[in-house]
C-alpha cells in the first residue's frame, strides 16, 4: 500500500481543482475541541472512507465541508469555492433522513427534485421515480416516510440525497442500521454513482471498515479531532 | 499578546478618567443649574425632575441607532473581517445596554413627574407609552442575546436590531395617532410648548452632561466587551494548543 | 423555476403537511374559542353592554394574536424534524422563498380561525356594527399578514436559541405592538362608526410592506447563523 501525503502540492500540479481542500480548520464549541486545525485535500472523484471512534469529530468534519457549519478557525474550499457558493452540487446523507415524515416518498423526492431546478411537474415526477427505483423503493407505495422500516427510510434518504446528481457526496454512517444485503446494495449504488462522471467525490463515515472496503480507494482516520493519516490504495485512479 | 495591548489599554485608560472627570465637571454644573434655575409657575420644585427626564429620553432614541448601525456594521463584516465585525458586535451590545438604561431612566423620571403633576403614576399619553414600547423592544433584544445559542448571538441579535430600529419610528407615530384620537392628559405640557429662557442653561448643561455620561458608559462597556471576547479567543487558541489526550 | 414557483411549492407542501395532521388548525380553533369564552367572562357584556363594541375591537386582536402564536411557535417543527432544515440550506432554490411559504400556509391556517371566531364573537358579544363592515375584509388580513409574517420570521430566528417556545412571544410582541394597536383601532373604528379606519389601514399596509421587505432580506443570514 502506498501512503501518500495529499498535502504534498507538487504532485498535484497541473489536475483541475480539488473537490475538497480544508487549510488548518478548527470547530470548538465552547471548550469543546471538535476539529484540531485539519488540513485535508481530496482530489475530484476520489471515493474516501473516514474512520475513526465516536468523538472523533467525523461527523463535525462533514458539517464543515457541508457548509452547515462554519469553521471557527482555517478555511473549506468545494471545488475552489466557499461551500455556500457551491448549493445543489454537494449533498449529505446522515443519521437523520432530511425528509417530511408526513409525505409519501415520492411526495418528498418531487418537492426536492423541484427544490433542486430539476424542471416541470412531469419531469419531477419521472425523476422522482427514477430516483426511488434506483435504491429498490416502489414509487407507487401510499405510506408515508414516517411508516417506513428503517432500512427503507434510509434507502429513501440516500434516493434524495442523489437526487440532484451532487458532485459532492457526503454521507455519515450510512449503513449503520442496514441488514447486509441492503447495505451491499447500497454500496454497488454508490460505486455506480461514483463511476458516471470522473469529478464525482465521495467522503463517507463508517464504523464497518471491511464492509465499506469497495469505496475506500482513500482511507482517512481521525483521532480526537485530528486527521491522523491518509492512506491510498496501491492502484488508485 | 497580553503585553501589546496593556500599553493601549494604558493610554485608552488616561483619556477614559479624563473624560470620566469631565463629565462630572459638567453634571455638577448642571446639577446646580436644575437647583438654582427659577421655581415653576404651576409646579414649584418638583419640575426640577424635567431637567434629568430630558435627556435621558431625547437620548434614548439615539443609541438605539447606534446599535443598529453596529449589526448592520457586523453582519457586513463578519464575512470579510472578523476583527472588524467582533468590535462591531461589542458595540451593539453595549448600545442596547446604554438604550434600556437610559429608557429606564426616562420613564422613572416620567412617572416622577406625572405623580408631581397629576397625582397619578402613569398615564398613557404618547411621550410616555413611547418610552414604554422603546424600553420593551430593546430588553427584547438583550434577551435574544441571552436565549442565544453560542457562536450564534452576534448574528441573531444583530437581524432583531434592525427590526427594533425599523420599528421604533412606526411605534412613535402609531402611538401619536392613537392619543390624537382618544386624547389623555397631556405628559409635559411645558415640554414643548416653550421652556422658560430661564430654563435653559440648567436644560443645555444636562443635555450635554448626561450625553458625556452615556458615552462614558458605552465606552466603558464596549472596552469590558472587547476584553471578553479577547479572553474567549485567548481561551480557544489555548484550547487547541492542548496535546491530544490519548482516549 | 421561478421565485413565485418556488413559493408555490413550499406552501403547497405545508398545507399538504397540516392537511394530514390537522395539528395546527384544531388546536388554534378550540384555543379560540376558549379564549373568547374567558373574556366573555373577564369582560362581561351583558353587565356592560354600553362599552362592548369599544372593546370588542381589542379583544378579538387579543384572541387572534393568542390563536398566532400558538400556530407560530410550531410552525416549523417539521423542518427541524429529520434534519430537512439542512435540506433546504443544500438546495439552490432561494431560502427566502421557503419563509414566504410557510408565511403565507400560516396567513391562511389564522385567516380561517378567524373567519369562525368573528361571527362567535359577534354572537357572544351581541355586536351589531355601526360603520362599513367590508373594511374588515381589508383591515382583518393586513393586520394577520403583520402578526403571522412576524411571527414566522421570529420562529425561525427563534430556532437558534435555547428557549424557543419562551422567546417567541417576548421578541414578537413588542415589535408587533404597532400593527395590533393598528388593527384594534380599524376594527373598533368598524364596530362603533365613531371614526374612520383609514389612517390605520395605512399604517398596516405600510407596516407589512416594510417588514416583509426586511424579512425577505434578513431569512437567509438567520438560517444560515452557525
Known amino acids: ?237 | 499578546m497580553v503585553n501589546d495591548t496593556s500599553k493601549a489599554t494604558a493610554s485608552r485608560s488616561g483619556w477614559g478618567l479624563l473624560w470620566l472627570a469631565l463629565t462630572l465637571a459638567v453634571l455638577a454644573v448642571g446639577f446646580y443649574h436644575a437647583m438654582t434655575a427659577p421655581t415653576e409657575a404651576t409646579m414649584g420644585n418638583l419640575y426640577r425632575v424635567f431637567f434629568y427626564h430630558f435627556p435621558h429620553t431625547i437620548l434614548s432614541f439615539l443609541f438605539p441607532y447606534l446599535n443598529c448601525g453596529a449589526s448592520l456594521l457586523y453582519l457586513f463584516w463578519r464575512g470579510s473581517s472578523r476583527e472588524r465585525a467582533l468590535k462591531a458586535d461589542a458595540f451593539a451590545v453595549a448600545s442596547a445596554e446604554v438604550t434600556v438604561l437610559y429608557a429606564s431612566v426616562g420613564l422613572a423620571t416620567g412617572m416622577l413627574w406625572a405623580r408631581a403633576a397629576w397625582g397619578i403614576w402613569w398615564t398613557w399619553d404618547a411621550r410616555l407609552t413611547t418610552y414604554l414600547l422603546l424600553w420593551l423592544l430593546y430588553v427584547s433584544y438583550l434577551l435574544l442575546r441571552s436565549f442565544s445559542a453560542a457562536g450564534q448571538t452576534a448574528v441573531v441579535s444583530a437581524v432583531l436590531a434592525i427590526f427594533a430600529a425599523i420599528d421604533i419610528p412606526i411605534c412613535y407615530m402609531s402611538i401619536r395617532w392613537w392619543r390624537t384620537q382618544h386624547p389623555a392628559p397631556v405628559f409635559g405640557g411645558g415640554a414643548d410648548s416653550g421652556i422658560d429662557p430661564s430654563m435653559y442653561p440648567a436644560v443645555w448643561w444636562n443635555l450635554v452632561g448626561w450625553t458625556m455620561w452615556g458615552a462614558f458608559v458605552l465606552g466603558l462597556r464596549y472596552a469590558i466587551e472587547r476584553r471578553r471576547q479577547r479572553q474567549d479567543a485567548a481561551d480557544a487558541l489555548a484550547y487547541l494548543g492542548e496535546p491530544q489526550e490519548a482516549r | 423555476m421561478s421565485y413565485a414557483a418556488h413559493v408555490w411549492t413550499h406552501l403547497r407542501k405545508d398545507l399538504r403537511l397540516e392537511w394530514r395532521s390537522k395539528d395546527s388548525i384544531n388546536g388554534m380553533l378550540f384555543f379560540s374559542l376558549l379564549v373568547v369564552s374567558v373574556f366573555a367572562i373577564a369582560f362581561d357584556p351583558t353587565a356592560f353592554p354600553g362599552i362592548s363594541r369599544q372593546i370588542s375591537g381589542g379583544l378579538m386582536t387579543v384572541a387572534v394574536l393568542f390563536a398566532a402564536m400558538t400556530a407560530l411557535s410550531q410552525s416549523w417543527v417539521r423542518e427541524t424534524q429529520n434534519g430537512v432544515l439542512d435540506a433546504h440550506r443544500l438546495a439552490p432554490a432561494p431560502l427566502s422563498a421557503l419563509f414566504v411559504g410557510k408565511a403565507l400556509a400560516n396567513f391562511l391556517f389564522v385567516s380561517a380561525v378567524e373567519l369562525v371566531l368573528a361571527p362567535v364573537f359577534a354572537v357572544f358579544y351581541n355586536l351589531h356594527p355601526l360603520g362599513e363592515v367590508w373594511k374588515l375584509l381589508l383591515i382583518l388580513p393586513l393586520g394577520t399578514w403583520a402578526l403571522v409574517g412576524n411571527g414566522t420570521f421570529f420562529a425561525a430566528l427563534s430556532l437558534r436559541t435555547r428557549n424557543r417556545e419562551t422567546l417567541l412571544p417576548l421578541v414578537l410582541l413588542p415589535i408587533s405592538i404597532p400593527a395590533l394597536l393598528a388593527m384594534i383601532q380599524a376594527t373598533t373604528a368598524v364596530l362603533t362608526g365613531e371614526f374612520e379606519p383609514t389612517a390605520w389601514l395605512k399604517l398596516l399596509l405600510a407596516y407589512d410592506v416594510v417588514f416583509t421587505m426586511a424579512s425577505v432580506l434578513l431569512f437567509e443570514t438567520i438560517l444560515n447563523a452557525d
Open chain 1, 1 to 237: 500500500m502506498k501512503i501518500a501525503a495529499l498535502q504534498d502540492e507538487s504532485v498535484l500540479e497541473g489536475l483541475p481543482e480539488p473537490a475538497v481542500e480544508l487549510k488548518r480548520v478548527s470547530r470548538l464549541y465552547g471548550s469543546f475541541v471538535a476539529l484540531r486545525e485539519v488540513s485535508l485535500r481530496l482530489p475530484a472523484g476520489a471515493s474516501a472512507v473516514l474512520l475513526g471512534e465516536n468523538g472523533a469529530g467525523k461527523s463535525t468534519l462533514l458539517k464543515v465541508i457541508s457548509g452547515l457549519t462554519a469553521p471557527s478557525y482555517g478555511t473549506v474550499q468545494i471545488f475552489g469555492e466557499p461551500p455556500q457558493e457551491q448549493r445543489g452540487r454537494i449533498s449529505t446523507m446522515g443519521h437523520a433522513t432530511m425528509l417530511y415524515d408526513d409525505l409519501t416518498g415520492m411526495e418528498n423526492l418531487i418537492y426536492f427534485a423541484g427544490l433542486n431546478d430539476m424542471g416541470e411537474r412531469a419531469a419531477l415526477e419521472h425523476i422522482a421515480a427514477e430516483a426511488l427505483r434506483a435504491v429498490n423503493l416502489d414509487a407507487a407505495n401510499p405510506r408515508r416516510v414516517g411508516e417506513y422500516s428503517q432500512g427503507m427510510r434510509q434507502r429513501a434518504s440516500l434516493a434524495r440525497a442523489l437526487l440532484a446528481q451532487p458532485e459532492l457526496l457526503l454521507l455519515d454512517e450510512p449503513f449503520s442500521n442496514l441488514d447486509v444485503g441492503s447495505a451491499h446494495s447500497m454500496i454497488d449504488r454508490l460505486l455506480a454513482y461514483g463511476s458516471e462522471s470522473p469529478t464525482r467525490t465521495l467522503l463517507l463515515t463508517t464504523h464497518q471498515a471491511a464492509l465499506a472496503q469497495p469505496l475506500a480507494q482513500t482511507t482517512i482516520t481521525m483521532q480526537a479531532g485530528s486527521v491522523v493519516s491518509v492512506v491510498e490504495r496501491a492502484g488508485a485512479r
